[in-house]
């Protein structure tokens, strides 16, 4: 199946309150469990960036999990900002995870220049050109940051797409499967993102791993040979 591009900013107001809610629990528990497992060394006090925070559900869950770390995420669409910057206030961590408007391949306006670990959920499909996110890693990552990516892969047809919306979120909102659907279809396939890595530079340096029956990770340090 080919590549389906799906708009890359998700600016519409019902998308941003879906994405504020529990329905991404799974996922979200999912890109923890990964960073757990990647980086169970990481120091606490590590600053990290997120590249297409969204509504902050990885800022927030990493800040609680690494309690001394600051959390920077950057997304371009304001309505997502908007709730995740709620949800920082409300669970009481405005101190230490921080959200700012911004969009790539844009020079980002940050409080820092380099950061010691950069994350990305659910955000390299939505971008026309994929290499913006990898080429974004040397640009602000220190230069042995840690890095984890996880993103969707690319079913090889459509029946499978729709397989795959019916056996993991039969009960989510039509909002959020149709969002789904058109994201799966905008996704890469493991050998694109094999060509990708390879393109940035990245193969020593970054593992993919498929960690679900739909989504890859890649991860590693920006130096390190993986
Ligand atoms: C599927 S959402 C994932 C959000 C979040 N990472 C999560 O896991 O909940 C993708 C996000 O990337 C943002 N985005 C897409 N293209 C962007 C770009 N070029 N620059 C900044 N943000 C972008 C969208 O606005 C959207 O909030």
Avoid at 36 to 46: G, I, N, R, V, W
Wanted: charged share 20%; net charge negative; proline share 5%.
């Amino acid at each position: 199946m080919k590549r389906v591009l799906e708009s890359e900013l998700m600016d519409d107001p019902d998308q941003a309150t879906v994405y504020a809610g529990s329905d991404l629990d799974s996922a979200y528990y999912l890109f923890v469990w990964c960073f757990q497992k990647f980086f169970p060394d990481l120091a606490s006090e590590t600053d990290i960036l997120d590249l297409g925070c969204g509504a902050a559900g990885i800022p927030l869950r990493l800040a609680k999990l690494l309690p001394y770390c600051r959390i920077d995420g950057v997304d371009g669409a304001d309505h997502m900002l908007e709730h995740g910057r709620k949800a920082v206030q409300n669970a009481n961590l405005g101190h230490r995870v921080k959200l700012f408007h911004g969009i790539l391949p844009d020079s980002l306006d940050l409080p820092h220049s380099h950061y010691g670990a950069i994350v990305s959920n659910s955000f390299l499909h939505h971008l026309v050109d994929p290499m913006v996110l990898w080429n974004a890693l040397g640009t602000y990552g220190e230069a042995n940051a840690a890095i984890l990516i996880v993103d969707l892969i690319r079913p090889s047809n459509k029946e499978d797409v729709q397989n795959v919306i019916e056996k993991y979120m039969p009960d989510a909102p039509p909002l959020l499967r149709r969002d789904m659907m058109n994201s799966l279809q905008a996704a890469f396939t493991m050998e694109e993102v094999t060509a990708q890595l390879q393109l940035a530079g990245l193969t020593e340096k970054l593992r993919l791993k498929r960690v679900s029956p739909f989504q890859f990770a890649a991860y590693g340090r920006l130096t390190a040979d993986a």
